[in-house]
């Protein structure tokens, strides 16, 4: 059975250090964190170790983390809590900090110069933690400090951190011995600048690495002195829901302490998603924090590299929310202005007052939403690129930009190595052609479609086409069920299967290297789908292929029977029916243009979608780079939906279509197929 073991430590008695570096809430910190453990979270005291002022030196520190990992078992939940002063030193070896220094924890009986420094390196702290983490994966570090990274005032009454100290610290213990790729590497550390960032552990950290971690100013009801950290983090995991996360409660806490002191943002790092002291990890919600509000005006924490848009419009909710469902908003807001990691957006309507720390969840995209943004190089002929410019602005999938950065596909035209084109029309390094040719690159420079000779007959057509193609496939494998209320949402459960040498169908694994599940060339895929809801569903399963076919799945013609609730439905494994898995050359050429000269590799995609009414969908189905969808359109507001996304909108600012007709949802399943090189 797991258990759930603390070691809590807070200083604010330190002898060897000046008047002002003497703090007053360090020890009832750690009392308070205590409390909360024993009362909140069902922690045995006999699990609970706490070291104030005389008790915390350096010896007494090491000897409590000592205990700590001695005691622990496979699946215990552990926790290192401390509360006091923080600084930094020259590094030691390995050569892990950016800028040369260490941050270190300041115990009872560590001093600077003249007295000895006995400062707890950063290092050492990551060194417990990982020979801990080789016992038990739930590891929570609190750390009620600051390291002031690059200041060079002196500090004042009520800020937890001590000026650095040009001296390593004395009677330092000796590193494990491991691989130089493993520790001795630059480290990644996050926003609190103490420790790396790794999902091996939960860091709760006071401040920025540039911020102060300061005590809690008088406040009315409160007797005691306390951290302003602490203190808000207490009480929200006081009266935090049993399954809420760390990632909840601290963004409530950031309200708190921002409200009280000046310039410290509390700081969350590494299993932000795990219960909280717990041990299972919770899927998080899809949402943006609301970071600012001024008038109708709020700003959202996420922007175009997130995937928001312009128009979209989004609901807020209270801090903490992960689930929607039956929930009404307090407020709706609609996207005006869209940067790359934020947006601000504007109040449409407001039942209940929003305040920073709010969440907002998505309820529909903007009008340019189903349009691929489309960026033309400079570097074409006049005459191309104006063909290429009137072909994209009469799309109803496309749509032109003239900045780079926010352009999703750049059309550039390339010359083979050694030709006799412009410097600047050589392919780059993600690009490989015989001939001078155009090519499409994404977001990052890599190669989204193969390249197209520039002499082979029509080839701005082709491109157009090939662009349109794609912007079929992102469209419908962006797609998703946008609405909160929908009874269905969540209800899907599907299953990938492989066919075995005996010839009978089993669960498909992930592969151990790569956490996917990956088919060979040749093997048999299926999928047994199940569905949650309460009355019958029809199932349609749409194969997004790797050269940006997509196929239908199911259902095979005339079978229109619904699944029944509780009843699985196996796809793939009857004769006759079975899919196997297969490259497309397109796959390959593409594959060779890249510059790939190993195995061949790609994810594919199943889109399941479920309806309430019965509804044709092989009409959606596209053979490849060529062929776009015709035929009858589907029914409903599903069908409404994926003929936006397969055929484009018929006119720009376009939303998706809504009604009472049917009700509908979706699920995504991911994996890879493999096969030798061609």
């Keep these: 059975m797991s258990r759930k073991l603390a070691l809590l430590v807070g200083v604010d008695r330190y002898p060897l250090l000046k008047p002002v570096n003497q703090l007053r809430s360090c020890a ?24 104030l002022d005389e008790a915390a030196t350096r010896e007494g520190i090491f000897a409590g983390l000592q205990d700590l990992q001695a005691r622990a078992k496979a699946g215990d939940s552990i926790v290192f809590f401390y509360s006091g002063h923080g600084s930094q030193v020259p590094e030691g070896e390995g050569g892990d900090e950016p800028d040369g220094l260490d941050e270190t924890l300041v115990p009872h009986d560590s001093g600077r110069s003249p007295h000895p420094n006995r400062d707890v390196t950063d290092d050492e702290i990551y060194d417990w933690i990982l020979e801990v983490n080789a016992i038990t994966p739930y590891l929570t570090v609190i750390a009620d400090t600051c390291f002031a990274g690059t200041l060079t005032r002196a500090p004042r009454p009520g800020e937890k951190w001590v000026e650095p100290d040009s001296r390593r610290p004395e009677a330092r213990r000796p590193r494990p011995a491991r691989p130089r790729s493993a520790l001795h590497r630059r480290r990644d550390t996050g926003t609190s600048g103490f420790l790396p960032i790794s999902d091996r552990y939960a860091l709760l950290a006071a401040c920025r690495v540039h911020e102060h971690a300061k005590e809690l100013p008088p406040i009315p009801g409160v007797r005691e002195p306390y951290s302003a950290f602490t203190f808000f983090l207490c009480q929200e995991l006081l009266r ?13 806490t950031r309200v708190a302490v921002a409200a009280a002191v000046a310039a410290q943002t509390p700081q969350l790092e590494g299993a932000r998603d795990r219960l909280l002291f717990g041990i299972r990890r919770v899927e998080p919600a899809r949402y943006l924090p609301l970071e600012a509000r001024n008038g109708t005006r709020v700003r959202l924490g996420g922007g175009a590299v997130h995937g928001v848009d312009a128009g979209s419009q989004w609901g807020i909710y209270p801090p903490g929310t992960r689930q929607t469902k039956g929930a009404k908003p307090l407020a709706v807001v609609r996207v005006s202005e869209v940067r790359a990691v934020s947006a601000e957006a504007e109040i449409v309507k407001e039942k209940s007052p929003v305040q920073p720390g709010a969440r907002a969840f998505e309820m529909s995209k903007g009008p340019g939403w189903m349009r691929l943004a489309v960026a033309v190089e400079a570097d074409l002929s006049r005459a191309a690129a104006a063909d290429l410019g009137r072909r994209i602005r009469r799309s109803k999938l496309l749509r032109l930009v003239e900045d780079m950065d926010q352009a999703e596909a750049r059309v550039l035209m390339v010359d083979p190595p050694g030709g ?4 600047e029309r050589q392919p780059p390094d993600s690009v490989r052609v015989q001939q001078k040719s155009w090519a499409v690159l994404g977001r990052t420079g890599e190669l989204l479609l193969s390249p ?9 057509v082709r491109l157009a086409d090939d662009l349109e193609m794609h912007a079929r496939y992102l469209n419908l494998l962006r797609l998703t069920d946008e609405d909160n209320q929908n009874p269905l949402r969540g209800c899907l459960e599907v299953h990938l299967l492989r066919r075995s040498a005996n010839g009978d169908f089993r669960p498909a694994g992930p592969e151990k290297a790569t956490g996917e599940v990956v088919y060979r060339e040749g093997d048999y895929l299926a999928l047994r789908v199940l569905h949650r809801a309460e009355r019958p569903l029809h199932i349609h399963v749409l194969d997004l292929g790797l050269a940006g076919a997509i196929g239908l799945f199911h259902p095979v013609a005339g079978d229109n029977e619904p699944l029944l609730p509780g009843r699985a439905l196996d796809i793939g494994v009857r004769a006759g029916q079975r899919i196997k898995m297969q490259i497309p050359e397109a796959f390959a050429a593409w594959s060779r ?5 190993g195995d061949l590799e790609g994810r594919e995609f199943l889109k399941i979608l479920a309806t309430t009414e019965e509804t044709d969908l092989s009409v959606l189905r596209q053979s490849g780079f060529r062929n776009a969808p015709a035929g009858k359109r589907p029914r409903g507001e599903l069908g409404s939906l994926l003929c936006r996304a397969l055929r484009g909108a018929t006119r720009e600012g376009a939303s998706p279509v809504s009604g009472q007709q049917e009700q509908w949802t979706m699920a995504t399943q991911a994996f890879l197929v493999r096969g030798s090189r061609r």
């Design 28 to 51: 009832n910190d750690a009392r308070l964190m205590a409390h909360v453990l024993l009362e909140r979270f069902s922690f045995d005291e006999e699990g609970l170790t706490l070291l």
């Design 240 to 252: 935090a829901p049993v399954d809420a996360t760390y990632r909840d409660v601290i963004e409530r």
């Design 420 to 423: 006799e084109g412009e410097m």
């Design 452 to 460: 197209i000779p520039l002499r082979q007959p029509g080839s701005l």
């Design 593 to 597: 243009a890249s510059g790939n000269d």
